[in-house]
């Protein structure tokens, strides 16, 4: 039984917060793991996404020099997103997904998703 199981909800004034995601049921390796938000009334998009089999990392452009995925395969399959200088339209249900092998931005691609994490950045 596949499971991505993520925090719960998460508020904060800026600053930073990092989430984190528990992976089983899959070889953690063999996928691609990515953050995805979506923003209520648009359409999600992939945030971050790590491979472990080209050793990519992406980033969206909104993101960049302010998010840092990281995953720990050694102790607990995680993948955590470290989000730092968090900004009111960083307000978004963040999901993590799993795509084997490569990162991939198109949504419906992704073979895993956790339920989801509320991130609430209050101005």
């Known amino acids: 039984d596949v499971q991505l199981q993520a925090l719960g909800e998460a508020r904060c004034s800026r600053g930073s917060l990092r989430l984190s995601c528990a992976v089983s049921?899959?070889?953690?390796?063999?996928?691609?793991m990515s953050w995805i938000r979506q923003v209520p009334g648009k359409e999600r998009e992939v945030v971050s996404c790590?491979?472990?089999?080209?050793?990519?990392?992406?980033y969206a452009d909104s993101v960049k020099g302010r998010f840092t995925i990281s995953s720990d395969s050694n102790t607990e399959n995680e993948v955590f997103l470290q989000m730092n200088s968090l900004k009111p339209e960083d307000t978004a249900v963040y999901y993590c997904?799993?795509?084997?092998?490569?990162?991939?931005?198109?949504?419906?691609?992704?073979?895993?998703w956790g339920l989801g994490t509320l991130v609430t950045v209050s101005s």
């Open positions: 997904a799993a795509h084997a092998v490569f990162c991939t931005l198109q949504i419906s691609e992704y073979d895993y």
């Open positions: 049921g899959i070889t953690f390796d063999d996928y691609a």
């Open positions: 790590t491979s472990k089999s080209d050793g990519s990392t992406y």
